[in-house]
């Protein structure tokens, strides 16, 4: 296996001591993805989780107006640190809910595809009853803001043929407590694993594939499975020779990817409401932030402010000293007695040369078959990772069954050429070991641990 970063999972990141002069224990921050989403037996990655007795931390049921979070858990405040009373915060979301409802009206009545944004104000030209002034306007605002995080996309981009198609398996959203470390490194167990191997080009056929990667070292394979994140392949940035078909470059481009940042601060002590999420409400969506409260889940001082969509772009254009001055004045907008971090860390998915972006989305127009186009292998190339997920785009456990499914599909293909070529069939003792070890965690009888404080 070839990885071009130099750890498994860049997505976790400690937050050590470094110049501050206080010591302070090692604890792991997921930069990245952090949530299972779907805490049901039906998710492929339960059997793992629940062998290796990693617990989740819930935070939200099944059907939440925002995705992976709970309103019950939510304190949003004013630009200038007035709490916005909870009944207001209830109310807008359960118009919040309707408006979203009723787009499904518009879908019907339309031909051709919108953006959602474009579909919301069409509800609210026709609903003026759901239309929001002053206070309410800058909460709904924040609904938009926490639902174009899930997409990691702004609202004027996300596709309103496709943004509630998405399977989302039942048991509601938790929180990998230890992060998702421990499942990369038991799956990574045992296998040749090649860090810092960023790969520039890809030569494919004639029952051959070699890879070429920075420093001009080659591999040579029967055939090769491409996980790298669809961002990558989108800007170019692995040659393929020959050139991959019209179609697959196509799917390519077909499929929008987001982007979502997270700003850690770790603080001395916690001097903020006991709630999973502090968000800040504005006149845009785009204005509007929030907070995860991860003392909730791990005991632990931090805050992680989070960002997706043209705000996740626009942070990226700043150093990371401006990024944390910028989220620090929110904080104490809402907020005065905030003190500052001791320690902080701030990713840039967008702009990281080996992901240029986080996940996928459905953009305005999406054709229809573009999923079955991009998971299609070409030749001895196939093709996995969370944007060619049927059914699960944008999530660990989708990125997993593409990729289980895509390590299926290539190891048929080689049994037929080995049986082509009169030689025995390439399941071979490594390849039923790895199998033993899958089903070893298939087989386990240990429950999902999860709770909530």
């Given at each position: 296996m070839?990885?071009?970063r130099?750890?498994?999972?860049?997505h976790?990141t400690?937050l050590a001591a470094g110049?501050?002069?206080i010591?302070l224990?090692?604890?792991q921050v997921?930069m990245?993805?952090?949530?299972?989403?779907?805490?049901c037996?039906e998710n492929?990655l339960a059997?793992?989780?629940?062998?290796?007795?990693?617990?989740?931390?819930?935070?939200?049921g099944?059907?939440?107006?925002?995705y992976?979070?709970d309103?019950?858990s939510c304190?949003?405040?004013?630009?200038?640190?007035?709490q916005?009373?909870?009944?207001?915060?209830?109310?807008?979301?359960?118009s919040?809910r309707r408006i979203?409802?009723l787009?499904?009206?518009?879908?019907?009545d339309?031909?051709n595809d919108?953006?959602?944004?474009?579909?919301i104000s069409?509800v609210?030209d026709?609903?003026?009853?759901l239309?929001?002034?002053?206070?309410?306007h800058?909460?709904?605002?924040?609904?938009l803001?926490?639902?174009e995080?899930?997409?990691?996309?702004d609202?004027?981009l996300?596709?309103?043929?496709?943004?509630?198609?998405e399977h989302?398996l039942?048991g509601?959203?938790?929180?990998m407590m230890?992060?998702?470390?421990?499942?990369i490194?038991a799956?990574?167990k045992?296998?040749?694993i090649?860090?810092?191997?960023?790969?520039?080009?890809?030569?494919y056929?004639?029952?051959?594939?070699?890879?070429?990667?920075?420093?001009g070292?080659?591999f040579v394979?029967?055939?090769?499975i491409?996980?790298?994140?669809?961002?990558?392949?989108?800007?170019n940035?692995?040659?393929?020779e020959p050139?991959l078909?019209?179609w697959?470059?196509a799917?390519?481009s077909?499929?929008?990817?987001?982007?979502e940042?997270?700003v850690a601060?770790r603080?001395?002590s916690v001097f903020?409401?006991?709630?999973?999420l502090?968000?800040?409400?504005?006149?845009t969506?785009?204005a509007c932030?929030?907070?995860?409260?991860?003392h909730?889940a791990i005991g632990?001082?931090i805050?992680?402010?989070?960002?997706?969509?043209r705000?996740?772009?626009a942070?990226?254009k700043l150093?990371?000293?401006?990024v944390?001055?910028?989220?620090?004045?929110?904080l104490?907008?809402m907020?005065?007695?905030?003190t500052q971090?001791?320690?902080y860390?701030?990713?840039?998915w967008?702009?990281d040369p080996d992901?240029?972006?986080?996940y996928?989305?459905?953009?305005?127009g999406?054709p229809?078959?573009?999923y079955?186009?991009?998971?299609?292998p070409?030749?001895?190339?196939?093709?996995?990772?969370e944007?060619?997920?049927?059914?699960?785009?944008?999530s660990?456990h989708?990125a997993?069954s593409?990729g289980v499914?895509a390590?299926?599909?290539c190891?048929?293909?080689?049994n037929l050429?080995?049986?082509q070529l009169?030689l025995a069939?390439?399941s071979?003792s490594?390849?039923k070991?790895s199998?033993?070890k899958?089903n070893?965690y298939l087989d386990?009888t240990f429950?999902?641990?999860?709770?909530?404080?």
């Amino acid at each position: 296996m070839l990885f071009s970063r130099l750890s498994c999972w860049n997505h976790v990141t400690d937050l050590a001591a470094g110049s501050t002069p206080i010591t302070l224990l090692v604890v792991q921050v997921d930069m990245g993805a952090s949530w299972l989403h779907g805490v049901c037996n039906e998710n492929p990655l339960a059997p793992l989780i629940r062998r290796l007795g990693l617990t989740l931390y819930r935070t939200s049921g099944d059907n939440s107006v925002l995705y992976d979070h709970d309103l019950e858990s939510c304190t949003l405040f004013t630009a200038d640190g007035q709490q916005v009373p909870q009944r207001l915060v209830m109310e807008v979301g359960e118009s919040f809910r309707r408006i979203l409802k009723l787009t499904e009206k518009v879908r019907e009545d339309h031909d051709n595809d919108m953006s959602v944004m474009q579909a919301i104000s069409i509800v609210i030209d026709s609903h003026p009853e759901l239309r929001q002034g002053g206070l309410a306007h800058e909460v709904l605002q924040w609904y938009l803001c926490r639902m174009e995080a899930w997409f990691a996309a702004d609202a004027d981009l996300i596709s309103l043929r496709s943004w509630d198609q998405e399977h989302v398996l039942t048991g509601g959203h938790g929180l990998m407590m230890q992060g998702y470390y421990p499942v990369i490194e038991a799956l990574a167990k045992d296998y040749d694993i090649r860090l810092n191997q960023r790969v520039t080009k890809i030569c494919y056929g004639d029952e051959e594939v070699k890879v070429t990667v920075d420093g001009g070292a080659e591999f040579v394979a029967d055939a090769a499975i491409i996980t790298v994140p669809l961002g990558v392949l989108k800007a170019n940035k692995i040659e393929f020779e020959p050139k991959l078909p019209d179609w697959k470059t196509a799917s390519i481009s077909d499929v929008g990817v987001g982007n979502e940042n997270k700003v850690a601060l770790r603080f001395c002590s916690v001097f903020w409401p006991d709630v999973e999420l502090i968000g800040m409400v504005a006149p845009t969506s785009f204005a509007c932030g929030y907070f995860l409260n991860l003392h909730k889940a791990i005991g632990q001082p931090i805050l992680v402010y989070m960002t997706a969509g043209r705000s996740a772009d626009a942070l990226e254009k700043l150093s990371d000293e401006s990024v944390v001055n910028f989220v620090m004045l929110q904080l104490k907008q809402m907020l005065p007695s905030a003190t500052q971090p001791i320690q902080y860390l701030v990713s840039r998915w967008g702009t990281d040369p080996d992901s240029f972006g986080c996940y996928s989305y459905d953009v305005v127009g999406k054709p229809e078959d573009v999923y079955e186009r991009l998971r299609a292998p070409v030749g001895n190339l196939f093709f996995a990772g969370e944007a060619v997920s049927m059914d699960h785009q944008g999530s660990v456990h989708g990125a997993y069954s593409a990729g289980v499914i895509a390590a299926q599909n290539c190891q048929t293909l080689l049994n037929l050429m080995q049986k082509q070529l009169g030689l025995a069939s390439t399941s071979s003792s490594s390849s039923k070991a790895s199998s033993q070890k899958m089903n070893g965690y298939l087989d386990a009888t240990f429950p999902l641990q999860i709770s909530r404080m």
